[in-house]
């Protein structure tokens, strides 16, 4: 991407906030806040999210998951008939508009049972895994913690059907794995969490939580297992447990539900058997909070300059920043490193030199080559690392395989 041609709205205006990552997302151009609880996502953070959306995409797929786009609407009476729509919880955090009938969605159990069950009707046809990246509405009180806790914010649901307690089970096992993988693959230590059900369920849910400072939950970690409980389960836990488990402050990036046959019985939606008895589907809901990723990374990766995002989920793994003015070098360098695979953020434009460098820090991306007419001229160039802070002068023939070893690619 030419820099030229690419909105970047950075800011110097934003003032110090309660939310460290919407002050740093909103300087760094990625974020605008709409209102308490609901940002537009510019052009930075989308490229992050997509790269977000497209490892969990990778990782559901590989668990047998098909995707799907459901609508945000959902009818009232679909939420009469699962007894949600009179419940006070659900009361309390659902946007609805009563004059229509209608919901805005906080959650999807109640449309993925109703399609699924247009088509489901034997035991040969189950599992169905289905999985969507969307926009929930919820009405949180305290929205006070930008990306963290949206009133309007990015979600990947996924929901299961089963014939069987133990499909479900197993199948909800293979889900806490891949859980895992994305949150490795986002260089995020997560840990499995034993929690409540919350309002979903009464049975316990699994949390995936990252040790976060200005996190909202408190949980008990045991560090070689990488297992723990949130604090409101703190009665589940052995003496022992209480002693060793290490208590900190952490942010839930994902949750997963045992729903029961709650959702699919509510709708009649049963299958026929090999046995030709007609029975009861169990369900699964499985949550990974997309823009509260983005939030917890801009939370835990940043220094005085600015975000510090790795390669996995920045917007740009390199910023090629060309301090002559003929543009020669650069656009050679820009053809030959998106040749090579890379995303590359070329800024290629007649600004001063320290501005583009000011703006490359603040934005977070992880590698950052800049040469000049003097560098240019010994046919060099100049790669820094964002993260460790790594200076090297490097020829230009081998700035490709110096990128892609330092970006493990
Ligand atoms: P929390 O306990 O943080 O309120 P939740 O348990 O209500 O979240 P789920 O319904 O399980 O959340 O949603 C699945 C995932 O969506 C959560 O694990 C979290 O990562 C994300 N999420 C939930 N609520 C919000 C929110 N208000 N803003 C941003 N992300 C959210
Ligand atoms: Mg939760």
Redesign the pocket.
Known sequence: MRRSQFYIPTRRDVAKQESVNAYLLTKAGYISQIAA?AYALLPLAVRSLQKIEQIIREEMNAIGGSEVVFTALQPQETWEKSGRWNDPNFRQ?VYRDEEAGMTFG??HEEPMAIVVKEKVQSYRELPVVLYQFQT?F?K?LR?KSG?????E???K?LYSFHATEKDHQEFYEECAKAYTRVFDRLGLTSYRVK?SG???SKEF?D??QVICPTG??EVMLDHATRTGFNKEVEDSMTAEQKKTLERVKA?????I?HLGTKYPDAFDFKYLAADGSRNSIWMG?Y???????L?VMAELHNDEFGLKFTGSMAPFEVVLIDLTHEHTVGDELYQTLTNGGLEVLYDDRDEPAGSKLVEADLIGVPVRVVFSQKTAQEGKVEVKDRLTGEVELVAKEELLAVLRSKLSR
């Open positions: 609880g955090i906080a959650t929930k919820r949180e929205a990306l963290l806790r949206g009133r914010f990015r979600m649901d929690a919350g309002v979903f849910s949390e995936f909202e939950d942010v839930e990036v994902g949750n539900f809901s949550g990974i909070g997309i823009t509260r990723l939030g």
